[in-house]
């Protein structure tokens, strides 16, 4: 018999929104929903997540439930082009009988080519959700949004999380109405971005990964692609490692902070490795709004690395020191200071904002209506990596001779040129090209570590000298050692990235 086919498939257009429970109320007696409550649905959906017991779909990027609806049962497989791609995503649907699967409608699916005999006989139910859902139908212009507010909690065994989450899907018309929604009712009652579906987090409970640090996936920009493209492939990664990585660094985790810190770096880089495709009106103030946050988070990253550094060694070799305790009390205060600044600005408004506007800006930017935007990523990837490579190349031949603001620079530019490389790794595909890619990359590294270490001592320097206890931390005689020894690493690296031809011409 013939493998059936889905019912339905279709790119489901979904903007995922979070919630503090407590703001329930105020969500739904908002006017908006007020005004659309008479044609309001209220259902208790209980979905099945299926996986093999090596979450061999998980890890292609495919999810596969079925779900009890009230009137019978949905089978849905759900997929992503890659873990960026936040916004759009494509979707199956199935009805079927009861709760169990059928892979015989799995065929033209994101599914079917997983489905080997060893698959088919390892799928097993790995963790269920169960939630209230309340419905909205809500049209704007030439727009159809469906609104569902959900509030329950996903369960694998005995562990579970809650679920507080609004979700506006596009039925129909323009992706812009999905922002100017989220907008207006961001207005009244605080709302954050998310960006994990609820199969990605029942996956972290199962892995007792709930809130986890994540770090930047790799980036596929195909040389077939446009400017536009290429851009929002970057931005949508860079974003995704923001959003991630906030609810952790609000528990004070040093990694989840340094992972928010880094995210913003890469997008940074990417608006300026292509800073005409997305010139518009917007540009700035998104940039305006991206240093603000690297600002309030700079200085809890700086005692993280002198705690790092300096004084968790020390401590360790003169565990009994009555004067070092003194300091490292006085140094805890001031950190604890500078984590509930970086804590407060991701739980501000301005935050929730800037990173919807941010998110928005990607997505349906009007910069998206530039010439450049269309042109072929390949050239002008090549043209970029050029132009880093020739800048750092001038500016390391005397690398010795430049000050502590130079070497920060060049720092920086090595940071870009590394962040470019790493976009635009699959844009020049080859084994030639890679292993030049792969040497450029580790010369790379090791020059922005070794200048990272140079800029760290003159911020301990700093620190030191803002503490009125500190004064038995200073060491410059151990400092100016370090300082010769890490200027000789930086040295070497660049030596090695020089020799290192071009990957983009292989």
């Known amino acids: 018999m013939a493998a059936s086919k889905p019912e339905r ?46 979450d061999a779909l998980r890890k292609s990027g495919v999810y596969l439930r079925v779900r009890a609806t009230g009137d019978g049962y949905v089978q ?46 390892d799928l097993q139910p790995r963790f269920h ?12 212009d030439a727009s159809e949004i469906e609104l569902a507010v959900d509030q329950g909690e996903i369960t694998a065994g005995i562990k579970a999380a809650p679920i507080s989450e609004l979700e506006l899907e596009l039925k129909a018309g323009d992706k812009r109405a999905l922002f100017s929604l989220a907008r207006e009712l961001a207005e009244t009652v605080p709302l954050s971005l998310a960006v994990k579906t609820k199969a990605e987090r029942g996956f972290e409970l199962l892995d007792d990964a709930d809130h986890t640090v994540e770090k930047a996936g790799a980036v ?26 906030t609810p952790a660094m609000r528990g004070s985790r040093a990694e989840a902070l340094h992972q928010v810190r880094v995210g ?12 005409d495709v997305v010139a518009d009106q917007d540009r700035e103030p998104i940039k305006d709004n991206l240093r603000w946050i690297a600002g309030e988070l700079g200085p809890a990253r700086d005692f993280d690395v002198f705690a790092a550094d300096v004084l968790e060694p020390l401590r360790a070799a003169h565990p009994d020191n009555a004067v070092l305790e003194a300091a490292h009390r006085d140094f805890m205060e001031r950190r604890a200071a500078a984590y509930a600044r970086a804590i407060d600005a991701v739980g501000s408004g301005r935050f929730r904002g800037a990173v919807l506007d941010l998110a ?28 880093l490579r020739r800048k750092i190349k001038k500016k390391g031949r005397a690398l010795r001779d430049l000050n502590a603001v130079e070497r920060h620079r060049l720092r920086i530019r090595a940071k870009r040129l590394r962040y470019a490389t790493e976009f635009f790794a699959a844009t020049f595909p080859g084994k030639k090209s890679d292993k030049r890619r792969k040497k450029s990359l580790a010369a790379l590294e090791d020059i922005q570590d070794a200048l990272g270490a140079l800029n760290d001592i003159a911020i301990r320097k700093a620190l030191i000298a803002t503490g009125e206890k500190d004064t038995q931390l200073r060491a410059p005689g151990a400092d100016s050692a370090e300082e010769a020894a890490r200027l000789k690493e930086a040295e070497r690296a660049y030596e090695r990235f020089a020799k290192v031809k071009a990957f983009w011409k292989a």
């Open 9 to 54: 498939e279709a790119k489901e257009i979904e903007l995922k929104l979070e919630f503090d429970p407590a703001e329930l109320s105020g969500l739904l007696s908002h006017p908006i929903l007020e005004a659309a409550v008479a044609a309001s649905k209220t259902r208790e959906p209980i979905s099945i997540y299926y996986d093999t017991g090596d």
């Open 76 to 121: 849905t497989i759900k997929s992503a082009r890659s873990e960026g791609e936040f916004l759009e995503r494509h979707e199956w649907e199935q009805r079927v009988p009861t709760h169990a699967l059928d892979l015989d409608a799995a065929a033209d699916t994101a599914l079917a080519p997983l489905l080997t005999p060893e698959v088919r006989a």
């Open 129 to 140: 959700t169960r939630f209230r859902r309340k419905t909205y139908e809500i049209r704007r």
């Open 220 to 245: 596929q920009v195909t040389a077939d692609m446009t400017g536009a493209e290429a851009f929002r492939t970057i931005a949508r990664s860079c974003l995704r490692q923001i959003v991630t990585n």
């Open 264 to 275: 913003l770096r890469r997008l940074r880089a990417g608006i300026a490795l292509l800073g």
């Open 360 to 387: 928005a800006w990607i997505e349906i930017g009007r910069w998206d209506e530039n010439a450049l935007a269309g042109h072929p990523i390949g050239a002008r990837a090549a043209s970029e990596l050029s132009r």
